[in-house]
């Protein structure tokens, strides 16, 4: 299989806690990484394997994945992690790549 | 850091080339990808090339159009487009895979990414 299916979209309440979650046959053998992208802007990625920050990105954002479920966990959401969210793996055959659909995340 | 050039608006079935420019970091050591976003779309995944140029593998919707090679004496990485069609058109990002092995697992992850590159198709 060469999907992912994510959520179109997602709110949260300032200060809140959500999850943001990723689907693919392929996430049982395949770690996922998670990008955020603003409007205008080329994405950047926030978490990758089981659960990796790169340096800059807040320690609200975490990762998890269970069985053929990613997720990305914002926790104390902010105005600015307001964004679209896009999920990254390989397809079961490992070579071709695939991203979700992604998330639109609103911060109310 | 990976810079984008080439884009522009052609009509369909023409071909254009577009370059991606690292810096900063040793080139031939990555495997670097090609990402594309349609106007108010999600991101597509169009290709790969292993950082020795051998491997290569293509999304199903630009196999047999597109090619993608490397030249590593000049940190450069291209996608050679052909029989342009206008669901191509979009923003082409290239981004540097970084990968390791976690509990027998690869990791993999785009950083950085260009800032993109635009790519019309109409006639």
């Known amino acids: 299989s060469s999907e992912l299916t994510q959520d179109p979209a997602v709110s949260v309440a300032l200060g809140q806690t959500v999850r943001i979650t990723c689907r693919g046959d392929?996430?049982?053998?395949?770690?996922a990484s998670w990008y955020q992208q603003k409007p205008g802007q080329a994405p950047v990625v926030v978490i990758f394997g089981e659960n990796n920050r790169p340096s800059g990105i807040p320690d609200r954002f975490s990762g998890s994945t269970s069985g053929n479920t990613a997720s990305l966990t914002i926790t104390g959401a902010q105005a600015e992690d307001e964004a679209d969210y896009y999920c990254?793996?390989?397809?079961?055959?490992?070579?071709?790549?695939?991203f979700g659909g992604g998330t639109k995340l609103a911060v109310l | 850091q990976l810079v984008e050039s080439g884009g522009d608006m052609v009509q369909p079935g023409r071909s254009l080339r577009l370059s991606c420019a690292a810096s900063g970091f040793t080139f031939r050591n990555y495997a670097i990808h090609w990402v594309r976003q349609a106007p108010g779309q999600g991101l597509e995944w169009v290709a790969l090339?292993?950082?020795?140029?051998?491997?290569?593998y293509y999304a199903d919707s630009v196999k047999g159009r597109f090619t993608i090679s490397r030249d590593n004496s000049k940190n450069t990485l291209y996608l050679q487009m052909n029989s342009l069609r206008p669901e191509d058109a979009a923003i082409y990002y290239c981004?540097?895979?970084?990968?390791?092995?976690?509990?027998?697992?690869?990791?993999?992850?785009?950083?950085?990414w260009g800032q993109g590159t635009l790519v019309t198709v109409c006639s």
């Open positions: 981004a540097r895979e970084t990968f390791t092995i976690f509990r027998g697992v690869d990791v993999n992850w785009f950083d950085p």
């Open positions: 090339i292993s950082d020795d140029g051998i491997g290569k």
């Open positions: 392929s996430l049982r053998d395949y770690y």
């Open positions: 990254y793996s390989r397809d079961t055959s490992g070579n071709i790549r695939v």
